[in-house]
T-cell receptor, first 114, second 112 residues
Framework: SQTIHQWPATLVQPVGSPLSLECTVE??????LYWYRQAAGRGLQLLFY??????ISSEVPQNLSASRPQDRQFILSSKKLLLSDSGFYLC?????????????FGPGTRLTVL | QKEVEQDPGPLSVPEGAIVSLNCTYS??????FMWYRQYSRKGPELLMY????GNKEDGRFTAQVDKSSKYISLFIRDSQPSDSATYLC????????????FGSGTRLSIRP
């Protein structure tokens, strides 16, 4: 069965510090991968998605970047965090070429920028 | 106008009641419709998905899609305190690189 991991679970960082959140998927090959941010009481905002190694699409201009160095690894980064980067970050995967669109989410990382 | 509209609630009902959660949408190209359940401080988990119009039942849960009205519903029968969570509707056009559009979620509380 497929499993998706995210770490760390919680993170408190000062403004201006760098960020690296990691997501890995097990039990599937060539998944589509996604990074979302969920602000308190709000819906899911798609930040980045990837259909393959090194292929990243950005949905919203922002202070963040994403990379996919391996097939089942997706990394969210920032060089200098802003207060507005606080939120609940979720990684998700879906089966490529399935055409259904179901996405499966990881446990999330709660980021607080002080 | 948002592509997907969902009443944020909160919605509070007594245990055993039938719950109705709804979303409306504006993009007639949507073909796949999903409901996710999200417990506090956890990632969303896929509850049900349906393709095109019609009903789909899974235990106490029934998903309903009315494409002519651009309206989807999730019904929960015999609601339990463990059903207390935020429910997000989601939908997609359906393609090899599908992007899903999510509703903002409805917070549901089942009172014992």
């Amino acid at each position: 069965s497929q499993t998706i991991h995210q770490w760390p679970a919680t993170l408190v960082q000062p403004v201006g510090s760098p960020l690296s959140l990691e997501c890995t998927v097990e039990g599937t090959s060539n998944p589509n991968l996604y990074w979302y941010r969920q602000a308190a009481g709000r819906g899911l905002q798609l930040l980045f998605y990837s259909v393959g190694i090194g292929q990243i699409s950005s949905e919203v201009p922002q202070n963040l970047s994403a990379s996919r160095p391996q097939d089942r690894q997706f990394i969210l980064s920032s060089k200098k965090l802003l207060l507005s980067d606080s939120g609940f970050y979720l990684c998700a995967w879906s089966v490529a070429l399935a055409g259904v669109g179901e996405q499966f989410f990881g446990p999330g990382t709660r980021l607080t920028v002080l | 106008q948002k592509e997907v509209e969902q009443d944020p609630g909160p919605l509070s009902v007594p245990e055993g009641a039938i719950v109705s959660l709804n979303c409306t949408y504006s993009n007639s190209a949507f073909q796949y419709f999903m409901w996710y359940r999200q417990y506090s401080r956890k990632g969303p988990e896929l509850l049900m998905y349906t393709y095109s119009s019609g009903n789909k039942e899974d235990g106490r849960f029934t998903a309903q899609v009315d494409k002519s009205s651009k309206y989807i519903s999730l019904f929960i029968r015999d609601s339990q305190p463990s059903d207390s969570a935020t429910y997000l509707c989601a939908m997609s056009v359906g393609s090899s690189a599908s992007k899903i559009i999510f509703g903002s979620g409805t917070r549901l509380s089942i009172r014992p």
